[in-house]
């Protein structure tokens, strides 16, 4: 749960300021593709970051002359961009803390099971 909690959370941060999933942003695949720079201007990964595409070291943000800081910047969308994101990232705290709650029992039944077969020490739920 916390793993995937840790998951949500990061793509809404990750969506506003880069336009991209944590995956695309790590991997630069986005649309199917591996087109670091060619992506559009407010599509910002990391293997562009790292020079990877057309636009060399720091990347190729479209018709962004600011660089990075502007295209993040647009991206966020101000501060009704940040208020939504903050907003979001309550709401799935909150709701992962709800099912935590609502799922301990089951969840450590199936702990106690998982040990009774041997494998409770390398896979917990």
Do not use: C, H
């Not at 599509?43 to 562009?48: A, D, K, Q, S």
């Not at 910047?73 to 208020?83: D, P, Q, W």
């Not at 199936?110 to 390398?122: E, I, S, Y």
Request: proline fraction near 4%.
């Amino acid at each position: 749960m916390k793993a995937a909690e840790a998951y949500y959370l990061t793509d809404i941060w990750t969506e506003l300021a880069f336009n991209t999933s944590p995956i695309e942003f790590a991997t630069g695949f986005t649309g199917g593709k591996f087109a670091p720079g060619a992506d559009g201007g407010s599509t910002i990964t990391l293997p562009e970051l790292f020079g990877a595409g057309p636009g060399g070291i720091g990347g190729n943000y479209g018709s962004y002359a600011g660089g990075l800081t502007e295209a993040v910047t647009k991206n966020v969308g101000g501060i009704e961009g940040l208020a939504m994101a903050g907003l979001k990232s309550v709401g799935v705290s909150v709701g992962f803390r709800l099912a935590n709650r609502l799922t301990r029992r089951p969840r450590s039944m199936l702990n106690a099971q998982l040990r009774n077969f041997g494998v409770g020490d390398m896979v917990r739920v």
